[in-house]
């Protein structure tokens, strides 16, 4: 059996709660981990004078692979988002959100079954932004102004899109060649290059020329304007396969698609680059059930589903999940928010350990 050394981030709020429960899920299946344990977040500032300390980010780079809990990033103080950061440190470029229909999540659709594939590192969270009111603002306006490319109010502030060559045929080949590894039928970038000429304009027309390099790869490849996109989602979710998308789409499309399968709670997540893998929930740290056992850790859980992927445990993963469908299946051990969604109320829902108690009974 191979031995494998994971680092293990807790964080933030209901952080704790629901990486033990998937640890314990993990550790059932026998798999050998090691886990290290790193801990960043709002959290160890005091003790690190940082929420992110190096020491996080070494312990990736040595093991390759993490998964963590969701890591609070306070509005308003110049505390920046240790998500954003991690992703930038190590490149991890690609944001995959896979989408599932499980059958007792009281979700709308049960035929949903697509991946979400995010650019990471630029568009709109390049972070490039000149506040209103300041001198660099005035500067850009003159600027664009004399080049003919647009009048903008004084007034503004300004957020910059950069969308590159090189960031977006890194993010198609993943895509391709997620849908290679996991026997996905079709590619679909998903843009708004009719209006974004040089931003959007560029992610398709590189799109189109990496799709050619798969062309005897039997992926299909289309494209589909954003705003359709999510339209045809909530309509029909069941056609769609790998999307490919810039940062923001991607962030708003994931969250939409995690709606059409049941929500947050369920909804698990990797940023993947080329040397290290980090797993993580969709979700935030839901600070006001701390400590409370209450949350669900599916998406937690089936974080680990992709990770125990990534380690080529294959036989493992698909225990993981069968045992959560098996779960929520049933019906009977499951938590608040899956209970209240099929009856309407909570009462006789389980906390957080008890769900994974019950995942791990159904590991058989
Ligand atoms: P959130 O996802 O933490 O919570 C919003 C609501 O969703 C919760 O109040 C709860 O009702 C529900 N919810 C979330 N997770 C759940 C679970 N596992 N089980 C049951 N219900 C669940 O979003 P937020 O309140 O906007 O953000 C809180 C903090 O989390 C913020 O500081 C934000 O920046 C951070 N955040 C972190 C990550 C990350 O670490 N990757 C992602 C998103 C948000």
Redesign the pocket.
């Known amino acids: 059996m191979v031995k494998h050394t994971v680092t293990l981030i807790p964080?933030?709020?209901?952080g704790p709660e629901?990486t033990t429960a998937m640890r314990r899920v993990v550790e059932a299946t026998g798999v050998d981990i090691e886990w290290e344990l790193a801990d960043a977040g709002e959290h160890v500032m005091d003790e690190c004078g940082t929420p992110l300390p190096e020491h996080v980010l070494d312990s990736i780079r040595k093991n390759k692979v993490a998964i963590?809990?969701?890591?609070?990033?306070?509005?308003g103080t110049g505390f920046r988002?240790?998500?954003v950061a991690i992703r930038k440190a190590l490149e991890l470029y690609a944001c995959v959100r896979p989408s599932v229909s499980i059958p007792g999540t009281g979700a709308r659709y049960d035929d949903v079954d697509l991946v979400i594939v995010r650019e990471n590192t630029e568009d709109l969270y390049a972070g490039v932004e000149f506040e209103q009111g300041t001198a660099d603002v005035a500067e850009l306006i003159a600027f664009a102004e004399e080049r003919g490319a647009g009048t903008i109010r004084p007034d503004s502030g300004i957020s910059l899109k950069p969308i590159s060559v090189t960031g977006t045929e890194r993010l198609v080949r993943f895509a391709f060649e997620y849908a290679i590894a996991n026997g996905r039928e079709r590619v679909t970038a998903v843009h708004k290059a009719n209006i974004l000429k040089y931003s959007d304009g560029l992610f398709l027309h590189t799109a189109r020329r990496v799709a050619e390099e798969y062309a005897d790869s039997g992926i299909e490849f289309d494209d589909y304007i954003v705003d359709a996109t999510c339209m045809q989602l909530v309509l029909n979710p069941a056609p769609w396969d790998v999307l490919a998308l810039p940062n923001l789409y991607g962030d708003i499309v994931s969250d939409l698609a995690a709606g059409l399968v049941g929500g947050?709670?369920i909804a698990p997540g990797a940023n993947i680059g080329d040397e290290f893998a980090v797993f993580?929930?969709?979700?935030?740290?839901?600070?006001?059930?701390t400590g409370k056992d209450v949350?669900?850790?599916?998406?937690?859980i089936l974080s680990s589903v992709l990770m125990l992927r990534h380690l080529d445990e294959p036989e493992a993963a698909d225990r993981v999940f069968d045992a959560v469908r098996a779960t929520l299946g049933s019906g009977e051990r499951v938590?608040?928010?899956i209970k209240r969604t099929l009856t309407g109320s909570t009462e006789g829902s389980v906390g957080t350990a008890a769900y994974a108690d019950a995942v791990i009974d159904n590991l058989g």
């Open positions: 964080g933030d709020g209901i629901i963590k809990g969701p890591i609070t990033t306070p509005i988002s240790v998500n947050l709670g993580e929930p969709v979700h935030g740290s839901a600070p006001k059930y949350v669900n850790p599916t998406a937690e938590t608040y928010d």
